[in-house]
């Protein structure tokens, strides 16, 4: 008699190994995502189309006006032709031109002191250093409160911004004045090249010198032509009214001064 044959005990391998079936996702919510990822597709792009409509329509319109100056790298709108009066445009080209004048002055600046770095004169490296602050900070600061002042007045036909024109524009031309003089001081000695400078400059050698010569020529005739300037821009303004517009401006503002400290003892 045969003995009776065990069973195989179950196996409990394959019961602690990960399972690899995958859950299924039904279809329909797979379509319904991405025809919400469809829907904002097609927001987003109507929504670009339509910005860009609106940015071409003011554009043409005159009321967005894209940064054109300078053109190297454009930070605002300057447009003399388009947004000048043509009655303003020559006094506003005056301007301009003088302002392209004192760039240049302040760049013959700093090529004499480089020019003095080569010889043994004192106060060269300070003067060197001082010529490209006033380079640095007499053009952007020319061009906002001067320039900009007199094309914002001519623009807006306001005699307040001429008078601030006036103001720092005067300021402008006593420093030409005084730059084409150029008295040495320690360390200025070199960092203008009036005609002091030019006259120091020729014992260190003819070059210097002359150099020197070049740059107090640039700064006499800058001087002179901001005196024009501003005789020109004058007699401009007090031939459209200007004075008088003055005078209307200043009482009208009196007035709302007025009636904004009545208002506020009122309270």
């Given at each position: 008699?045969?003995?009776?044959?065990?069973?195989?005990?179950?196996?409990?391998?394959?019961?602690?190994?990960?399972?690899?079936?995958?859950?299924?996702?039904?279809s329909?919510?797979?379509?319904?995502?991405?025809?919400?990822l469809l829907q904002k597709e097609v927001d987003l792009l109507a929504?670009?189309?339509?910005?860009?409509?609106?940015?071409?329509?003011?554009?043409?319109g005159g009321q967005l006006k894209r940064k054109n100056w300078p053109r190297c790298f454009p930070m605002l709108y300057h447009d003399i032709v388009g947004e000048i009066p043509p009655s303003s445009r020559r006094v506003v080209r005056e301007i301009y031109m003088c302002w392209y004048g004192f760039i240049l002055c302040l760049s013959w600046n700093f090529v004499c002191a480089s020019v003095m770095l080569g010889t043994k004169a004192e106060h060269k490296a300070s003067s060197w250093f001082l010529t490209i602050v006033y380079f640095l900070l007499g053009v952007p600061l020319s061009f906002w409160m001067w320039y900009l002042a007199?094309?914002?007045?001519?623009?807006?036909?306001?005699?307040?911004?001429?008078?601030?024109?006036?103001?720092?524009?005067?300021?402008?031309?006593?420093f030409c004045i005084w730059a084409s003089i150029a008295f040495q001081f320690s360390a200025?000695?070199?960092?203008?090249?009036?005609?002091?400078?030019?006259?120091?400059?020729?014992?260190?050698?003819?070059?210097?010198?002359?150099?020197?010569c070049i740059g107090a020529s640039l700064w006499t005739l800058e001087s002179?032509?901001?005196?024009?300037?501003?005789?020109?821009?004058?007699l401009?303004?007090?031939?459209?009214?200007?004075?008088?517009?003055?005078?209307?401006?200043?009482?009208?503002?009196?007035?709302?001064?007025?009636?904004?400290?009545?208002?506020?003892?009122?309270?």
């Open positions: 008699m045969d003995p009776p044959q065990q069973e195989p005990a179950p196996s409990y391998a394959n019961a602690f190994q990960p399972s690899h079936s995958t859950v299924a996702i039904p329909h919510a797979l379509d319904a995502r991405e025809k919400a929504k670009e189309a339509q910005l860009k409509a609106l940015e071409n329509e003011l554009t043409i007199m094309y914002n007045a001519a623009k807006n036909d306001s005699s307040v911004r001429f008078i601030y024109f006036f103001l720092w524009f005067s300021v402008h031309t006593a200025e000695s070199w960092s203008f090249s009036g005609w002091f400078a030019a006259i120091a400059a020729f014992d260190y050698g003819n070059g210097p010198g002359t150099i020197y002179l032509y901001c005196l024009w300037c501003v005789k020109d821009v004058y401009w303004f007090r031939g459209q009214g200007g004075i008088e517009q003055v005078k209307q401006e200043a009482a009208v503002a009196a007035f709302r001064q007025g009636l904004a400290q009545q208002a506020s003892t009122r309270r």
